[in-house]
């Protein structure tokens, strides 16, 4: 058990670009999870796979944000035309389906966008 | 809707001291979930504690402590005999239903800051 992965740790894109990041859960865990972290707040709900079906979406989650998760297994968070407002710590999760522990949480990429 | 606010922003104690972490949550569930986690400068969330809404009794884990009143919507956080490594930001969070699974509603966070 390796943990979480995310990739990469760090982004820096120039606005109006599209960038793609990476999760990788613990192997045995279904649900995967997306959250958006900004400076100095707590993390918000993006959106939420069981297996490969996208069963939430935030509304935080506009037009220009789509996530998959092919398979089941890893997952991408692809942000089109990237807006100065779209810099955050993008954070995924996994869990088991009734796990007493929580998420485990990886430990995000930060994105920004000049 | 779900809502947790930590009032705290920032919290700068000498190490050794004791410091309560506050947190006050709304929901409308009867049934929910409340975790405290911990965030290192590394920026990973480290989990420490889910509390499940019926189960009021407080908790000891070494030199933490958690406190759950219902009445008053509270759940705060005491570490006592605070070390250096203790510092970090500490977000509280609420469980909010959605299909099939939980998300998670978090504070603004709390940053305490250990001195040594």
């Known amino acids: 058990d390796t943990g979480v992965s995310q990739d990469p740790r760090h982004k820096i894109t120039k606005r109006g670009q599209n960038v793609t990041f990476r999760c990788d859960p613990i192997s045995e865990h279904n649900r995967l999870y997306w959250y958006r972290q900004t400076l100095g707040q707590g993390p918000e709900f993006l959106t939420y796979f069981q297996n490969e079906a996208q069963l939430e979406k935030s509304r935080l989650l506009s037009d220009r944000f789509s996530a998959e998760r092919p398979k089941g297994s890893f997952s991408t968070l692809e942000i089109q035309r990237t807006e100065q407002g779209d810099s955050a710590m993008y954070l995924c999760a996994s869990s088991l389906s009734d796990s007493l522990y929580g998420y485990t949480f990886g430990s995000g990429t930060r994105l920004t966008v000049v | 809707a779900q809502k947790v606010t930590q009032a705290q922003t920032e919290i700068s104690v000498v190490e050794k001291e004791d410091v309560t972490l506050d947190c006050v949550y709304e929901?409308?569930?009867?049934?929910?979930?409340l975790f405290w986690y911990k965030q290192p400068p590394s920026g990973e969330l480290v989990f420490l504690i889910r509390?499940?809404?019926?189960?009021?009794q407080n908790e000891i884990s070494g030199r933490y402590s958690w406190n759950f009143q219902k009445s008053t919507s509270s759940f705060n956080f005491t570490i006592t005999a605070s070390q250096v490594v203790d510092s970090a930001v500490y977000f509280c969070a609420l469980s909010e239903a959605i299909q099939g699974a939980q998300k998670l509603v978090f504070g603004q966070g709390t940053r305490l800051t250990i001195n040594p």
């Open positions: 929901t409308r569930d009867t049934t929910y979930y």
């Open positions: 509390r499940n809404s019926f189960d009021e």
